[in-house]
């Protein structure tokens, strides 16, 4: 019994039965190289079809217009390249397996032609002006398209991709070649071909071999899937999601590690926890000797945390959020350590390279918080807190949306304390003189949904 307990449990015996049954599943592909030559006979049927696609639609190419075409950007703008390029498009609507179609001329350059009408958008929103440049030497069967039509005897590969590509010749009222006519299947369309080859050629094996690929595949999947979900765990946790757990049920070695893996994951989350309380801690108390210095900004922090927090709460947001935005809060001015005491307390107006330097606090407060909390949401208030809804606001100059909701909120807390406050070159403002200013700067320097849910929490 303890035999048949390690056989059905141990990892190493399902690693073993997976190398036997993959050992007669490649024993059985050796008989699948006897339908190479299917796929190949296929494959030639594609670049016959791709040649008399090419013939075909040449005819249908005024020789006229591609000559009259400007071999420049400007060119796309002339009639000649407009009618051309319908016709080309018409020719690609009704070959819908074609992923390219276009015009091509030599130059004078040995081996260099260039574009002359291609409609068609390549990578991203490329499109080939009249007059660029293409290095045709690297493909024989386009040298040789002036004489007649050729197709390429394998995938080629140029800045486009992967391709099979057929050509024929553009002649004119004199039966001079002007200009060749190209026509691409993406390489997607010859792996497909190639791919239901080798499906016929598969379900025969299949009828061979079925029981030993069934089987196969049961213990693969056994194997494998309790690695890609520690794999996929190790991605977590290296991300920052310490919550992670790795769901495998197995009593193996796998599953005794996925126990000890969960185990390690706990431990850091709380070791991290407890990290992140005590820099709060650390950093909450930094604030408040900043503040301390300064009984005209004593509380400062708090009160507009707590103002925030009320926001927050009269806008539906859950109590977490609600949590993280009140402790952002508590810490939004930390870069003002940055800024010397003398600038913070001047009770004169500050220079322009003075307020520059006020300007960096909400940057520097991320730089500071940044390595140990990792809440983007947390990070974004403390650094755009002084953004305006206007777009005129710093560090970054957002607007509107752009601007966290989070950040927004603290931004009409913090004006809201700052003007009900006495400062050293003014006096405080009443609650209703505020109040106004807050309702002036409506879309302006504040979203007026959250001067609505302020006004209603005072």
């Not at 386009?142 to 005897?153: Q, T």
Request: proline fraction near 3%; glycine fraction near 6%; aromatic fraction near 10%.
């Amino acid at each position: 019994m303890k035999f048949k307990g390690f056989f059905l449990n141990s990892f190493r015996a399902k690693v073993t039965l997976a190398l036997i049954f993959s050992l007669l599943f490649i024993t059985g592909l050796d008989n699948f190289i006897l339908y190479e030559y299917n796929i190949r006979l296929q494959f030639k049927n594609l670049q016959e079809k791709l040649k008399t696609i090419a013939s075909t639609a040449a005819i249908d190419i005024d020789a006229y217009l591609i000559k009259k075409v400007p071999l420049n950007k400007e060119g796309v703008k002339s009639e000649a390249y407009k009618k051309v390029a319908e016709q080309l498009n018409k020719i690609k609507k009704a070959n819908l397996q074609l992923k390219y179609i276009y015009t091509i001329a030599k130059t004078n350059k040995p081996g260099i032609w260039q574009f002359v009408v291609d409609p068609a958008p390549h990578i991203g929103t490329r499109t080939s002006f009249p007059g660029e440049e293409y290095e045709a030497s690297r493909f024989p069967e386009m040298l040789k398209a002036y004489k007649g039509p050729s197709v390429d005897s394998k995938l080629v590969f140029d800045e486009w991709g992967a391709t099979l590509s057929g050509y024929a010749p553009i002649f004119d009222k004199d039966l001079k070649a002007v200009a060749v006519l190209g026509v691409d299947i993406d390489a997607s369309e010859v792996y497909t071909l190639e791919a239901a080859a080798r499906v016929k050629a598969v379900f025969i094996l299949v009828l061979v071999i079925a029981i030993s690929i069934i089987l196969g595949a049961w213990v693969s999947a056994g194997v494998t899937r309790p690695i890609e979900n520690l794999v996929e765990g190790t991605r977590k946790i290296a991300s920052g999601n310490l919550d992670y757990k790795v769901e495998i049920k197995s009593k193996d070695e796998v599953g005794e590690l996925a126990k000890a893996f969960n185990a390690m994951a706990g431990n850091l989350s709380e070791s991290r926890e407890k990290l992140h309380d005590y820099f709060y801690r650390v950093v909450q108390a930094m604030v408040r000797s900043l503040e301390a210095k300064d009984h005209y900004t004593r509380g400062h922090s708090d009160r507009v945390s707590d103002y925030a927090a009320k926001i927050a709460k009269a806008m539906g947001f859950p109590d977490e959020k609600v949590e993280m935005l009140k402790k952002a809060a508590q810490l939004h001015d930390i870069g003002k350590l940055g800024v010397h005491e003398d600038i913070l307390n001047k009770k004169s107006a500050l220079s322009d390279n003075e307020w520059d330097l006020v300007r960096q606090h909400p940057a520097v407060g991320e730089e500071i918080l940044k390595p140990i909390f990792l809440d983007e949401e947390m990070l974004a208030v403390i650094r755009s807190h002084h953004e305006r809804f206007d777009g005129k606001g710093y560090p970054d100059g957002l607007k509107a949306d752009q601007i966290n909701i989070f950040a927004q909120i603290v931004s009409v807390a913090d004006s809201y304390d700052a003007m009900t406050s006495s400062r050293s070159y003014r006096a405080a403002l009443s609650e209703k003189e505020a109040i106004d200013r807050l309702r002036a700067g409506c879309g302006i320097q504040f979203n007026p949904a959250i001067i609505e849910a302020f006004i209603k929490v005072l």
